[in-house]
């Protein structure tokens, strides 16, 4: 295997990687903003 396909393959597992930890981030950011906005709304049913 060339030496570039081998960088060029890691390239791609670490941007993969990357890609997956933003929308890691995103998915938790998301699900607290819903807890926030779910615990807003128990608040004033009560």
Same mark, same amino acid.
């Given at each position: 295997?060339?030496?570039?396909? +081998?960088?060029? $393959? =890691?390239? *791609?597992? =670490? /941007?993969? #990687? #990357? &890609? +997956?930890?933003? +929308?890691?981030?995103?998915?938790?950011?998301?699900? *607290?903003?819903?807890? *926030?906005?779910?615990? /807003? &709304?128990?608040?004033? +049913? $009560?």
């Amino acid at each position: 295997m060339p030496l570039f396909a +081998l960088a060029n $393959s =890691v390239h *791609e597992v =670490v /941007s993969a #990687r #990357r &890609g +997956l930890q933003v +929308l890691f981030v995103n998915i938790h950011a998301i699900a *607290e903003d819903d807890d *926030e906005g779910w615990v /807003s &709304g128990k608040n004033k +049913l $009560s």
